[in-house]
């Protein structure tokens, strides 16, 4: 049998179609998380209320959607490796929370975090100033503004350095940020180096901004790193390429990335179908 979780994840997606016309509210954000990785991952999501209740599982190829209200300020990642009970306690390899399912404090580095926080003017960011653990892409859609795509698609743990690998049985499953493994001013931007006049990059947020040219790779890396947008939606995808063509719907319209003017397209009752077809299939899946 499929969990709850699951089986409300497919509903969710449909509910959001029909619910969408005159009186759907467009203040509110719709945020659909997909898993392209060919492993499962467990996103984590503080504060969660709005998201499932913090945390869940998507295997390989599946996808799910939440609604999150103008003022919600959070994160968003995910954690490899786990294992939970019927109770939802349980330990990942990374990004872990405590030990639950549905977690209600930030996640252990090394982790990808994806950052929101949503106003009048939303700003949001891909950082790796806690460490990577998984390829992560923040892509706004249906919005305006400076709505680029945030994000880092590379994944850094084949090539981390020995000394921030992060490794168990022989393979590295996350990589370290300076500050973490060695804990000084000048890796932590903290004490005179507080500042960012002070505090600039050093050899190792190079090599994550070489990689991630737009995430933070280090605390005062924000030209690059921090992005603005108006009114829009978000997919947060783990494990594929920024540049991917990626889809939602909005006041009945089916709204895809991919083009300088975030391309729309009338939603018709024939792609409502398919939605809902691929949400029953992904329902099966589940199963």
Request: proline share 6%; glycine share 10%; aromatic share 10%.
């Amino acid at each position: 049998m499929a969990s709850p979780l699951n089986v409300i994840s497919p509903l969710l997606l449909i509910l959001a179609i029909l619910s969408t016309g005159p009186g759907f509210s467009d203040s509110a954000r719709i945020f659909t998380i997909i898993n392209k990785c060919k492993e499962s991952v467990w996103p984590a999501i503080t504060p969660g209320e709005n998201f499932g209740g913090g945390g869940f599982i998507l295997k390989s190829g599946q996808s799910i959607v939440f609604t999150a209200p103008v003022g919600w300020s959070g994160r968003i990642w995910g954690r490899t490796g786990c294992t939970f009970d019927k109770n939802g306690n349980g330990t990942c390899q990374t990004g872990s929370c405590g030990s639950e399912l549905k977690c209600k404090a930030s996640g252990d580095p090394p982790a990808t975090l994806a950052e929101f926080t949503l106003t009048a003017t939303d700003f949001y960011d891909v950082s790796l100033v806690d460490g990577f653990n998984l390829p992560l892409a923040v892509t706004p859609i249906n919005g305006q503004g400076n709505c680029s795509v945030a994000g880092c698609d590379r994944d850094l743990r084949p090539t981390c350095p020995s000394e921030l690998s992060v490794k168990l049985k022989g393979k590295t499953v996350g990589c370290r940020s300076a500050c973490d493994v060695f804990n000084t001013d000048e890796y932590c931007c903290k004490g005179v180096y507080g500042n960012p006049v002070i505090c600039q990059p050093t050899y190792y947020s190079k090599l994550f901004k070489q990689a991630c040219p737009t995430a933070y790779s280090y605390a005062y890396d924000d030209p690059t790193s921090i992005f603005t947008c108006v009114g829009t939606d978000y997919v947060i995808t783990f494990c594929s390429p920024r540049n991917q063509t990626v889809c939602t719907y909005h006041n009945n319209k089916l709204v895809c990335s991919g083009s300088s003017n975030n391309f729309k397209s009338q939603t018709t009752i024939l792609g409502i179908l398919l939605l809902v077809l691929a949400s029953l299939l992904s329902l099966l899946n589940m199963s």
